[in-house]
């Protein structure tokens, strides 16, 4: 058998509180209607299914459950335990048969005040003290090859570019915040280095699908595409999930012609990775946070 020609994708945008039910009671309807579908992948935001759990607790069995009943893969995120006291923000990966594939660690924390969120200070640097992926990571799965990125790391354009690299077709970027998923980051993806990129996000909106020319909304959208948004996507916050289908056939072609590969410059690029200290140019302007000075360049404390 050869490689499949086509995927269909559920992202679920899915809010969290006090005052809402537990993610895990209300992902059966998700699951439910993905499979009614004929979704390939059901995914869920970042932090949902649990805070500082570990994939043998009951909610995680629940969720490989769900899995396994609708014979579909599913991504959740979650605050995962590792040891007595330490923690990471993880990105779970699920096979049809409920099968615990794998996990993503976000590589990036998100952490700090506004307006800036940074510096990471006392009371702002929950995920700066937790562990922190080394890597980026592909899930093959049996309808593609799958990267994920959590909430911050879709803010690096390199996170985007080292994932589709490494042979991402599609690329999750699941996101637990308010506000909404900036099309910007998701449509630069997708064109700069020739992805499908399906977003969510919890207590905003804008949950969709960016791509070169190869989605199709699927389970009755009706809207019309509009200019430089993700599309089709959910446009207000609440419970809600998005299908779209992935042409594959016609992604691959234009990743075998992506003419942001073949006409790369990497002799250029090496400052990318260099410790770079651009706040160096302007010791006028004083650091808005006292704590500034001694946590530059610093992810992890």
């Known amino acids: 058998m050869g490689p499949k020609e086509a995927v269909t994708i559920t992202m679920v945008q899915l809010t969290t509180g006090p005052e809402a039910p537990p993610p895990i009671e209300r992902m059966p309807l998700f699951f439910e209607k993905a499979?009614?579908?004929?979704?390939?992948?059901?995914?869920?935001?970042?932090?949902?299914?649990?805070?500082t759990i570990t994939?043998?607790?009951?909610?995680?069995r629940e969720f490989f459950a769900l899995a396994a009943k609708h014979k579909i893969n599913a991504v959740t995120g979650c605050v995962e335990k590792h040891g007595t006291d330490q923690w990471?923000?993880?990105?779970?990966?699920?096979?049809?048969a409920g099968n615990f594939l794998g996990r993503y660690l976000k590589c990036h924390p998100a952490s700090g005040p506004e307006p800036h969120f940074w510096p990471p200070n006392q009371g702002n640097d929950r995920e700066a003290r937790g562990i922190l992926g080394s890597e980026f990571k592909v899930f093959?799965?049996?309808?593609?090859?799958?990267?994920?990125l959590q909430c911050y790391d879709g803010y690096f354009p390199e996170a985007w570019g080292c994932t589709s690299y490494m042979g991402a077709e599609i690329i999750l970027w699941i996101n637990g915040r308010f506000g909404m998923v900036e099309d910007s980051h998701c449509i630069m993806a997708a064109q700069c280095y020739g992805c499908v990129v399906g977003a969510n996000i919890t207590m905003g909106f804008n949950t969709g699908f960016a791509g070169p020319g190869c989605v199709t909304p699927a389970g009755g959208y009706s809207q019309e595409r509009?200019?430089?948004?993700?599309?089709p996507r959910i446009k207000d916050k609440g419970d809600a999930c998005v299908s779209a289908s992935i042409n594959l056939a016609e992604l691959r072609w234009k990743r075998k012609h992506l003419?942001?590969?073949?006409?790369?410059?990497p002799e250029l690029y090496g400052l990318l990775t260099r410790d770079v200290k651009m706040w160096q140019n302007y010791p006028e302007i004083q650091w808005d946070f006292p704590e500034c000075a001694e946590l530059v360049n610093k992810a992890q404390l």
């Open 140 to 148: 093959t799965l049996d309808c593609a090859p799958v990267g994920i």
């Open 259 to 265: 003419r942001t590969m073949h006409q790369r410059r």
């Open 88 to 96: 990471s923000t993880s990105a779970w990966v699920v096979d049809r």
């Open 35 to 51: 499979a009614d579908l004929g979704s390939d992948l059901v995914v869920f935001p970042e932090y949902v299914l649990g805070d």
């Open 55 to 60: 994939p043998t607790d009951a909610v995680a």
């Open 226 to 231: 509009e200019q430089a948004r993700l599309y």
